[in-house]
């Protein structure tokens, strides 16, 4: 985080919100270093969704702050969001993949009762091939999200909820307290 003792209470506040996030057990999150030439605050995470045995996705939020406000932004808080996943070739290969994804991303943020604006991104599939002596799976499918959208006030906790949401819902967790079939609850 760029120079905290400073740092305006707005940002202070938002970035306050984000660290009093608890994510379900399967999503780490962590707190790095954020970019330095976005803006002149910023905060930033990384994520991971974990199963049994592997890393079933990664990700990252970064909170941006411009005291002074940025026109593209309509605003002075600004979160952006990125999301990379591995797919099973069947879901890789439904055509409304990116449609889905993106409804992940803006169903989660209005569950979570995020007040936002100016919410905009991408969604990309990708497929890839390895042949030779590459190690690795002879195929793979990833579905990357990036997006970014204004907060409108510097409670952040819905917004995290939402990017926790997102990172739950791409790799297909069941929401938290919902056992998926064939899984049973021990105790």
Known sequence: MTGMSAAPELFTRAVAALRSLRPRPELHLEEVRAPQRLAPWACAFTAEVTGPSEILATGRLVL????????????????????????????AADPLLPEVTWSWLTDALNAAGAAYTALGGTVTDTSSARFGEIAGPART???????????????????????????????????????????????
Do not use: I, K
């Open 64 to 91: 941006l702050h411009d005291p002074d406000g940025d026109e593209a932004w309509n605003g002075t808080l600004r979160v952006v969001a990125y999301v990379r996943a591995e797919l099973d070739a069947e879901l």
């Open 141 to 187: 499918d990833d579905v990357e999200l990036r997006a970014s959208w204004t907060a409108l006030t510097a409670e952040l906790v819905p917004h995290g909820e939402a990017f926790c949401d997102l990172m739950a819902s791409v790799v297909g967790l069941p929401p938290v307290g919902v056992a998926a079939l064939g899984q049973r609850r021990s105790g």
